[in-house]
C-alpha cells in the first residue's frame, strides 16, 4: 500500500477488508494484527511483495483473494482456518501445504496441477526418505 498504513493496525474488530483494485503494491505489516478478521480481499492490485506469514496466525480468516496480482510472490498461506482461498496461477507463489480450501481451484484446473504434483512428490519423498 502506499502512503500511511498504520491506521489498519488499529481497526482491530474490523471483520472485513475489500481493497479491490486499489492499485496496492504491498501487503500493510499491520494486516497480521487484525486479530478479528475474517474475509481479506486484495484482488486485483498491483502487489509485488510477498505473502505474509503473519496471516498464517489469524483464528478468524475465512477467506483470502489475492488473484489478479501477477507479482505476487512467497508462499501459500496455511491457516488451517482458511476455507476459501483465491491464487493466480501464473504467479511466483509457492504451495506451501496443500489446504482443503485449493480443493476447488485445483478441480477446475485454475492451478497449474504440474506444480502441485512435483510439491507433493518432492515432500512426500523428502519427509519418507528421512524417518
Same mark, same amino acid.
Given at each position: 500500500?502506499?502512503? #500511511? ?6 481497526? !482491530? ?8 483494485? #486499489? ?14 478478521? /475474517? &474475509? =481479506? %480481499?486484495? $484482488?486485483?492490485? /498491483? ?7 503473519? =496471516?498464517?496466525?489469524?483464528?478468524? =480468516? ?6 489478479? %496480482?501477477? +507479482? =505476487?510472490? $512467497? +508462499?501459500?498461506?496455511? #491457516?488451517? !482456518? ?5 491464487? &493466480? /496461477?501464473?504467479?511466483?507463489? *509457492?504451495?506451501? +501445504?496443500?489446504?482443503? *480450501?485449493? @480443493? &476447488? /481451484? ?11 504434483? #512435483? ?6 519423498? @523428502? ?5
Amino acid at each position: 500500500m502506499t502512503g #500511511n498504513t498504520k491506521e489498519i493496525g488499529e481497526l !482491530s474488530n474490523i471483520k472485513v477488508i475489500d481493497l479491490v483494485g #486499489n492499485e496496492i503494491t504491498n501487503f500493510p505489516s499491520e494486516l497480521g494484527n487484525l486479530e478479528n478478521l /475474517e &474475509d =481479506l %480481499n486484495i $484482488g486485483y492490485n /498491483e502487489i509485488d511483495d510477498v505473502i505474509p506469514e503473519s =496471516l498464517n496466525k489469524l483464528k478468524n =480468516l475465512r477467506r483470502i483473494y489475492l488473484s489478479g %496480482n501477477e +507479482k =505476487l510472490r $512467497g +508462499k501459500t498461506l496455511t #491457516n488451517p !482456518s482458511i476455507k476459501e482461498c483465491f491464487y &493466480d /496461477e501464473d504467479v511466483n507463489v *509457492c504451495i506451501a +501445504k496443500f489446504m482443503d *480450501c485449493m @480443493k &476447488d /481451484e485445483l478441480e477446475s484446473n485454475k492451478y497449474n496441477y504440474k506444480y502441485f504434483w #512435483n510439491w507433493y512428490y518432492y515432500n512426500y519423498f @523428502k519427509i519418507n526418505y528421512h524417518h
